[in-house]
């Protein structure tokens, strides 16, 4: 309020009131330290339904919205006075003080006092009303939130004139539902009966009409792109060649992507092509480059509430690093780049991918894939099942006509998995096939789930009867949980009691 220094910007203060809102349910609370959490909910209560913008007005067609009656100047053809209920516009509390008030008089300033601040707010109702040249339509509700609502004080004033009209003028809105053509100022509107369809039953198996089957031209998949095929064909045709999202608000995402962006980053930063950098001073350099970095980069992680998570990243990450570069000193590996886009063709499979971090021991390249997570046995769990698609295919496009490894490099935990044999194999973890042979089966899976797509069929895994129609030959198994992270739940209405 201070810093608003009496400009009277209408948003500056609704941001002001909920802060002091905040400040008043702290000071309540009477404590000495605040657990972050427990200042994060007070933070979700006082904001839960946003602070609106005084001064913008939502307007649609040929409309023009104030929020003030006050504010309408002009002659206007018709009035809709939306939520026309009690008590009306208030007389602002004095905020000088006698004295002040004194001051301000002898120096020939002469401030509203209350009595006339409700004689111009009364006259702003009634100017309102006497502007409107046509029509003026007032609209009361009947409640508001779960209390009655009260008569708006022009509502005391019109009553007088008005009782004598009655029904004339009163219109209960309840007729729009009870009567087949209800007049209301000067338009008719028509009740119809409207028809009752069922909605579409949920179905594993959906046609593609030819215009869906076209987008197929020139298609490159990713290890994502890949990894939904695998799991629903439905989910991957509307998703990947349809193109089909789910509407989302700009939002920020979530921490654990934040982390992850910084150590990305971060490595980018310190790994520059050629031999790897001392092991000395890299954790130094690491923590300078996370302080600088991380209000660029992932500013909400500075909120209260991630204090414990940042705290544990800012020993996490530099050490991470550490242990990596260590990692590369060790096997005689030297960087070749980071964040490097690659394309490549394997098996008719056009292939394309972003490979955080490429390596070579002499003339052996290999791949190493970051990860900020906290469930390493899924990573793990990969690679022994055959199920690492993502290394599969970096490895296939990292280099052109070599087959390079991979590994998934935790850094959190600051684990390398790769399979048994490879180069950057750490822990033994004996893979039921190689990152090649998954290649392999990933392009043979993928031509089968392509010949039932050019006979327009689409499976849709997480339907109870999919498994009827999976192709046998399918290398990798139907997923337990094909719909756990799909976005389209509604739209193919799994879950659905067909009827
Ligand atoms: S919700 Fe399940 S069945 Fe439907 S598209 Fe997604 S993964 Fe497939």
Known sequence: MATDAGRGDALFLAVGAAAGAFVRAIDALELEVLPALLIERVLTEVLAEGVANPGHAAEAGG?????????????????????FVGPGEKVANTTWSRAEQAVLAAAGVELESAPEAAVRISGGYADAVLRVGEQALF??????????????PLEHQLH????????????????????????????????????????PAPRARWRVPAAGLARLANRRESATTLGRLLNCQLSWFAQDVLRL???????????????????HEIVNGLLPPGPPPAVADIRSRAVELFEKLLPRMAAPLQQPEFAGE????????????????????ARGLEVVG????????????????????LVRQGAMPAVIDLKWTSSARRYREEIAEGRAVQLAVYGAIAEPGTAATGAYYLLRQRRLFAPRG??????DIEAVRGLDETLHEVIDDVALWRSQLDGGNLLATGMGEAADHRPSELMFEAPKEPCRFCDLTGLCRVGVEAL
């Open 338 to 357: 980071s964040e490097l886009d690659r394309e490549g063709e394997v098996g008719g499979l056009a292939l394309q991918g972003r490979l955080d971090l």
């Open 139 to 152: 609209v009361r509700p009947a409640l508001s939130g779960a209390a009655e609502t009260v008569a708006h």
């Open 160 to 199: 007088l004139m008005i009782e004598q009209a009655g029904k004339l003028v009163r219109w209960r809105a309840e007729r729009l539902l009870a009567e087949p053509a209800a007049q209301l100022a000067q338009r008719v509107l028509p009740r119809a009966a409207v028809d009752i369809m069922d909605a």
């Open 245 to 263: 999202r789910a509407g989302r608000f700009a939002e920020i995402p979530e921490a654990n992507q934040l982390f992850g962006n910084l150590a």
């Open 422 to 427: 490879s180069l950057l194999a750490e822990e």
């Open 63 to 83: 409309l023009r919205a104030i929020y003030t009656p006050s504010a309408l100047w002009a002659p206007a053809p018709r009035l809709v006075w939306w939520s």
């Open 310 to 329: 940042l705290a544990a990243a800012r020993e996490r990450v530099p050490a991470a690093l550490e242990a990596l570069v260590q990692i590369l000193h």
